[in-house]
């Protein structure tokens, strides 16, 4: 067939792609034109339902490669020696906002990589930032739904926001992240990325220890400024997308290192804090970070919807020698992801080029809508069978443990582990520079003033009293760039 022709999608060419075929120079048209029927048919279905939270992003190809040796820690196969590298497709977004919304937006960004290895598809399915708002996966829907539009007038909300956050003290530490100059980046390549749950790697003597993972950019922090942030959402709402593009295909490559931070099972039992509760870090004194490797993004994709849009990431995609926590927030994680997949692009999504694990894949997972045959074609559909050779490995047995508890409850959020306002104060105090903590409150007394209704005060008195909690200046600067009086109440809370 003569690839320049022009076909209908089953490849049957066809001449008359402008003019519909009808009775008489002025119609009606006549149904027959299948062609016409096609496109438009076709054309009304070119949208998938967009993600529900990170809808605006931007994805790339890239290398992963080994620097140092932490085999003593994970037996994956990626890791068993310096020098090993594989190939990995990096997607960043934004949280809140809709896909064709402001890539500048005051949002934390997403940092989802997917590493193609041996032992399969690995997925870290981060943020650049290293905690979370919440602790429990059960929040997370009413906690988006306040990040998104008040149902009535379909806007965004200061009040529901700032309503939730403060009902939800946990929530502070990445708060004040998020209200710092770090909450706009200047795109994606400038910004750190961190998996920011508890993970566990497991190594060759089947022994477990904690872990965190942190990606360090080569290019610099760079943020944008509230105002520039939103100068640039109304000239360039596709900056990120754009800067990203820009930059891989004129060979400046952004570069990530790779970090982790260890700890063991003893010390998790001795740590201050539960060490499975996302809002909280682990100090990089006690915990030093672990150089591992470098990430770099060379290869802008060649259609961004196969690709990008259609990509899926799930924290369950984890491989042998790198496994989850008990954090509450990622075992929701586990079951919401393949869930959202299953939704979004189907069952077969993990079929696409983007998602497909180049190395072997042999299940007994069959059909489904799109199903694609071409890697398992006739072979049996059941296991056990006679006639395939395909065995489970008693190699990649799961790693065996006992509980701490056995105990079965519903246990409330704040019980032995309700300190919300240590590690908030530190960064206010130790990681923020003066420039930073300025900054910090005037984005905070900025957004803040967005917060309106008959129950503005309460919300506003409510979240300065974590304010103060977490640091009596802070509070203070807030209290008195919103022009509210602090009475003894207040203070008292602040004890
Ligand atoms: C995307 C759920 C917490 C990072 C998503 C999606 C869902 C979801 C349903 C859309 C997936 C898709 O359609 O492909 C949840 C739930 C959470 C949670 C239920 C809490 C229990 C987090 C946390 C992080 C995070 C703590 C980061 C540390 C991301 C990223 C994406 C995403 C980066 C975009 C992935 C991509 O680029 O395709 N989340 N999420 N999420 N989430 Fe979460």
Redesign the pocket.
């Known amino acids: 067939m003569d690839s320049k022709k022009l076909t209908s999608s089953s490849g049957a060419p066809y001449y008359e792609h402008q003019d519909s075929q009808t009775v008489g120079s002025r119609g009606p048209v006549l149904l027959q034109d299948f062609i016409l029927q096609e496109n438009l048919a076709h054309f009304v279905r070119e949208r998938i ?6 809808a605006k ?1 931007t ?1 790339a190809y890239g290398k992963f490669t080994v620097t140092h040796d932490i085999s003593k820690y994970t037996k994956a196969k990626l890791f068993s020696q310096v020098g090993n590298s594989c190939k990995m497709f990096a ?3 934004t ?1 809140g906002g809709e896909k064709g919304s402001a890539d500048t937006a005051r949002d ?5 990589l997917k590493f193609y290895t041996e032992d399969g598809n690995w997925d870290l ?3 650049n ?1 290293p905690v ?1 708002f ?1 602790k ?6 009413d906690f ?1 739904h306040t990040q998104k539009r008040v149902p009535r007038t379909n806007l965004k909300s200061p009040t529901m926001m700032w309503d939730f956050w403060s009902l939800n003290p946990e929530s502070l530490h990445q708060v004040l992240i998020l209200m710092s100059d770090r909450g706009t980046p200047y795109g994606y390549r400038h910004m750190h990325g ?4 508890t993970f566990s790697m497991i190594n060759a003597n089947n022994e477990r220890t904690w872990v965190k993972f942190h990606f360090k950019t080569k290019q610099g922090i760079k943020n944008f400024s509230n105002d520039d942030a939103t100068k640039m959402a109304g000239e360039n709402p596709d900056f990120a997308q754009e800067d990203l593009c820009n930059a891989i295909d004129n060979g400046d490559f952004p570069k990530w290192t790779m970090y982790i931070q260890v700890m063991t099972e003893e010390q998790a039992k001795e740590f201050r804090w539960n060490p499975f509760d ?1 809002t909280k870090v682990w100090s990089q004194s006690e915990h030093p970070l672990i150089e591992v490797g470098e990430m770099e993004l060379n290869e802008v994709p060649i259609n961004y919807f196969a690709h990008v849009e259609q ?5 369950s995609n984890l491989i042998n020698g790198i496994s989850f926590s008990p954090d ?3 075992q ?2 586990l ?3 393949p ?3 299953r ?3 189907g069952v077969n999504a993990h079929q696409l080029e983007v998602n497909r694990c180049p190395f072997a894949v042999n299940n007994y997972q069959r059909d489904g809508f799109m199903a694609d045959s071409s890697e398992y074609k006739d072979k049996p559909n059941y296991h056990p069978n006679s006639f395939d050779d395909i065995q489970p490995d008693s190699s990649y047995k799961n790693f065996e443990y006992e509980l701490d508890s056995n105990h079965v409850a519903n246990y409330n959020r704040n019980e032995n582990d309700d300190d919300h306002y240590t590690q908030p104060g530190l960064l206010y105090t130790k990681a923020m520079n003066q420039e930073a903590r300025e900054n910090l409150v005037k984005n905070i007394i900025d957004h803040m003033s967005g917060i309106d209704g008959p129950k503005r005060d309460e919300i506003i008195n409510r979240q300065l009293c974590h304010f103060f909690r977490a640091n009596i200046e802070l509070g203070m600067k807030v209290a008195s760039g919103l022009n509210i009086n602090i009475d003894s109440n207040m203070m008292n809370h602040s004890k």
């Open positions: 339902p967009e993600r529900i939270v990170h992003g994805g997607r960043f977004s949280v934390p960004r997403g940092f989802a399915v981060g943020n930032t979370f919440i429990d996966a059960k929040k997370f829907p988006i961190f998996g920011s749950h996302i990509s899926i990431f799930s924290p509450k927030m990622l929701g994680r079951f919401s992801y869930d959202a997949h939704y979004r692009v």
